[in-house]
């Protein structure tokens, strides 16, 4: 019967064929006379290879592997100067090895949803035309930092899989809008997510988060879905401020960073000399209430930002967002609605 509909189609000189749920365990060989077709399913089927006759099919854009029993990226595809969109969700593959994306440099989207990939290789920065990477229903623990090259993206879906950390370099994204990481064993999210300025959907339910990090309320959401996490709570405790005794290092740190911010500074042309220096003083934050500099030794707390309020989004929920301030003759100020953490 397939290989009835391929004659069909070829007579006809078709652009799109599918031989989806068809029961095939191998293509039939006409298909690689196909030399026009852009488009090919090959969906639910039971097939685990493909014939290397198929790298005649160069104007090939678009094609679903999908619901069959591939057990790796099939070599063939390399050979496919036109491919654009690859769908190979539903199948048997738990490796990729670091030559897996050879030959697939023109790829704008990756789907390889529910497979057993335990390992993204960081060669998949070859990918530098990809803008929609999908790996839901995997068994990622780890994202490698080389995702932060592949500056088209705009969508990657990480749903279900076994991801404790993200790397911060996913921060560095400029065109990423669309990021979901539900059902993984997030604690943190990588400090520095505010600058993701084109994000507008975040989906991090049923994660580990405590609180989300520093300025996240900066960024212009339009929908984020944050339920099953381990959120602080609000509820008002008695505790016990210990003594606040800054270490050498620290005060001279946050001397040399205040005489930085004057205009005529001499330890700031000082510090040109001493490159390490200046690089270990970049890593300080600011204290969130009197913007004093800080390096290694700050006060946690938590400030509860109104998801309508501000953030101006539909929700009337309030999500804890991390703050961190410079020592506790801040903290003690009145007036202001930062809450130091503990644990119960
Ligand atoms: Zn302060």
Not at 3 to 28: Q, T, Y
Not at 108 to 116: D, G, R
């Amino acid at each position: 019967m397939a290989n009835n509909l391929v004659i069909r189609a070829l007579k006809a000189n078709a652009k799109s064929f599918s031989l989806s749920s068809k029961k095939i365990d191998r293509i039939p060989s006409a298909v690689a006379k196909f030399t026009s077709l852009m488009k090919l399913q090959l969906n639910n089927n039971c097939l685990s290879t493909l014939p290397i006759e198929l790298q005649s099919l160069c104007h090939l854009t678009e094609l679903n592997l999908g619901n069959n029993v591939f057990e790796e990226i099939p070599q063939v595809l390399r050979y496919l100067p036109s491919l654009r969109k690859l769908y190979l969700f539903g199948n048997k593959i738990e490796n990729l090895p670091e030559d897996a994306f050879d030959g697939l440099s023109k790829l704008v989207l990756l789907n390889v949803n529910h497979n057993k990939i335990r390992v993204l290789p960081p060669e998949i920065q070859g990918l530098t035309h990809l803008e929609i990477l999908s790996l839901t229903d995997n068994r990622l623990e780890v994202i490698p930092a080389e995702i932060a090259l592949l500056e088209k993206l705009t969508e990657i879906n990480l749903t279900n899989n076994n991801l404790v950390t993200l790397p911060p370099q996913i921060c560095l994204l400029p065109q990423l809008s669309k990021l979901y990481l539900a059902r993984n064993h997030l604690k943190v999210l990588p400090e520095g997510v505010f600058r993701l300025s084109k994000l507008r959907v975040l989906d991090v339910a049923g994660n580990c988060l405590a609180m989300f990090p520093v300025d996240f309320q900066l960024i212009r959401l339009e929908e984020l879905y944050c339920e099953g996490n381990a959120f602080v709570q609000h509820e008002l405790v008695q505790s016990v401020q210990e003594v606040e005794v800054l270490t050498l290092k620290e005060q001279a740190a946050r001397l040399i960073m205040m005489d930085c911010r004057r205009e005529c500074s001499f330890l700031r042309e000082t510090l040109q000399l001493h490159p390490a220096v200046a690089c270990m003083l970049s890593q300080g934050g600011r204290c969130a209430l009197c913007s004093q500099a800080f390096l290694t030794t700050w006060l946690e707390c938590v400030q509860f930002v109104s998801l309508r309020k501000d953030m101006k989004m539909r929700s009337s929920q309030s999500i804890p967002v991390r703050a961190l301030l410079c020592s506790h003759s801040c903290f003690n100020q009145s007036g202001h609605m930062y809450y130091g953490v503990g644990s119960v």
